[in-house]
């Protein structure tokens, strides 16, 4: 039948090439983020409790969970680690008692085999609050100095945008340049 051909021949109009993953603690800004990016998010809840949305921008997916000491299971995650291009980790800069909470689950990431070789982007969210932890003391504690792939660190603010196209920018582009077509 044609409609199996064409399918096949005629891509569809939106590939969504690269997937990344977007990770925080809870109430770090996660959903925030995924709804400056695109007006619809698409939500999947399975039976467990683990939680997944999804916005799509330009040729990237973005893919959202909350991760932190109180979930367990972490055998969901593995299926989108492995086919990640790049992850964007954001911390609540307002939030300083947990921040050790948030270093530690940025460091298990790092250490996934799964995302070996992807670049991280961590954004300092909330940076319109008055009290919180700046770009530079986040940058220098979380013991990300040394780590041997492309990092970076962007001061925030999801809700007046305040920096954000900067932080995507970056990301959008090494992934681009670095995958180029042989996706
Ligand atoms: N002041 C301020 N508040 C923000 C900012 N970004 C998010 N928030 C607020 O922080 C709260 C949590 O934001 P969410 O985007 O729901 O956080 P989340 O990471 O999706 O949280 P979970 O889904 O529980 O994991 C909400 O009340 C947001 O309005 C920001 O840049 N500045
Ligand atoms: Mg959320």
Known sequence: MGTVVSSIIIKPKHIHKFLILVLGLSSSGKSTFLSQLSSKIIVKTPVTTFQVKTANYMNFQFKSWTIGKEITNRNPWRQYMNNAFGVIFIIDSANVARFD?????????????????????????????????????????????????????????????DSLVEGIQWMIEYVEKTNGDNV
């Open 101 to 161: 909470e948030a270093k530690d689950e940025l460091q298990g990431l790092l250490r996934a085999n799964e995302l070996a070789k992807v670049p991280f982007l961590i954004l300092c969210n909330k940076q319109d609050l008055g009290w919180t932890m700046s770009e530079n003391w986040i940058s220098e504690n979380l013991g990300i100095q040394n780590i041997k792939r492309p990092w970076k660190v962007v001061g925030v603010s999801m809700l007046r945008k």
